[in-house]
């Protein structure tokens, strides 16, 4: 359903830079305008997707994110974080670097005892 929606607004931001170029250029640079606008959009939808945690690990020594190809996207401590409402939640991770990756987590894509710990391990976080 993601998928399809994102493809539906790819659509329509291709169709809103038609209608707005139509005046000023030719058809041929028309074309080239929107195939650049679909190239651009498919291309950030597609890091979004290499760069969307599907597994999860949390330790002592923070926590662990993998995407669909088995690749670790982010490793580090929980540095804070927010909630909203028991169905959202943001962690900022601190990688040994120093480098900081912000996660997005629904409390449906873990099981709820992982949801609240790693909410805990945020609010703590942010205390400190």
């Known amino acids: 359903m993601l998928y399809g929606a994102s493809a539906g607004f790819i659509l329509i931001a291709v169709a809103a830079v038609c209608t707005a170029l139509v005046?000023?250029?030719?058809?041929?640079?028309?074309a080239v305008a929107?195939?650049?606008?679909?190239g651009?959009?498919?291309?950030?939808?597609?890091?979004?997707?290499?760069s969307r945690p599907v597994a999860l690990k949390s330790g002592p020594d923070g926590l662990l994110a993998w995407n669909r190809a088995g690749e670790l996207i982010v490793q580090g401590r929980v540095a804070g974080g927010a909630q909203w409402s028991g169905w959202?939640?943001?962690?900022?991770?601190?990688?040994?670097?120093?480098?900081?990756?912000?996660?997005?987590?629904?409390?449906?894509?873990?099981?709820?005892?992982?949801?609240?710990?790693?909410?805990?391990q945020a609010r703590r976080a942010g205390q400190a």
Do not use: K, W, Y
């Not at 929107?34 to 679909?38: C, G, Y």
């Not at 651009?40 to 290499?50: F, G, I, Q």
């Open 23 to 30: 005046p000023h250029m030719a058809p041929a640079q028309l």
């Open 34 to 38: 929107a195939l650049a606008t679909l």
């Open 40 to 50: 651009v959009l498919c291309a950030a939808l597609a890091r979004d997707e290499r």
């Open 88 to 120: 959202l939640l943001t962690l900022a991770l601190v990688s040994d670097n120093g480098h900081s990756r912000t996660l997005l987590i629904a409390a449906d894509m873990l099981p709820a005892d992982l949801f609240r710990e790693l909410a805990v």
